[in-house]
Nanobody
Framework: QVRLVESGGGLVQAGGSLRLSCVASGRTSSRFAMGWFRQAPGKEREFVAATSWSGGNTYYGDSVKGRFTIDRDNAKNTVYLQMNSLKPEDTAVYYC????????????????WGQGTQVTVSS
């Protein structure tokens, strides 16, 4: 079992930045792909970004390309999401996800999930 705990969410003005963190505990000896998803009220969960265990491969949703960056520190069992040039439409609960096999770009590709952290971008 893997426990994921997100932090770093909050309220920010449009154009600002936030850096989310997700710390994994439990079966962290496995090589997990990690990802970030988000869900706004009344909308489906949306893929944001993902990274392979080594960090050598990264993937982004079209709506965040060029603004968000995912990276990880395996020594700290932590994955980060740097969010720049934030827009009001980025407002959502952001979830960290992990998968011991491959991961991917859909919710079904990930096995373990955190509880989420709220990001609110004001206009």
């Amino acid at each position: 079992q893997v426990r994921l705990v997100e932090s770093g969410g909050g309220l920010v003005q449009a154009g600002g930045s936030l850096r989310l963190s997700c710390v994994a505990s439990g079966r962290t000896s496995s090589r997990f792909a990690m990802g970030w998803f988000r869900q706004a009220p009344g909308k489906e969960r949306e893929f944001v970004a993902a990274t392979s265990w080594s960090g050598g491969n990264t993937y982004y949703g079209d709506s965040v390309k060029g603004r968000f960056t995912i990276d990880r520190d395996n020594a700290k069992n932590t994955v980060y999401l740097q969010m720049n040039s934030l827009k009001p439409e980025d407002t959502a609960v952001y979830y960290c996800a992990a998968d011991p096999v491959v991961g991917g770009t859909t919710s079904a590709d990930f096995t373990f999930w955190g509880q989420g952290t709220q990001v609110t971008v004001s206009s």
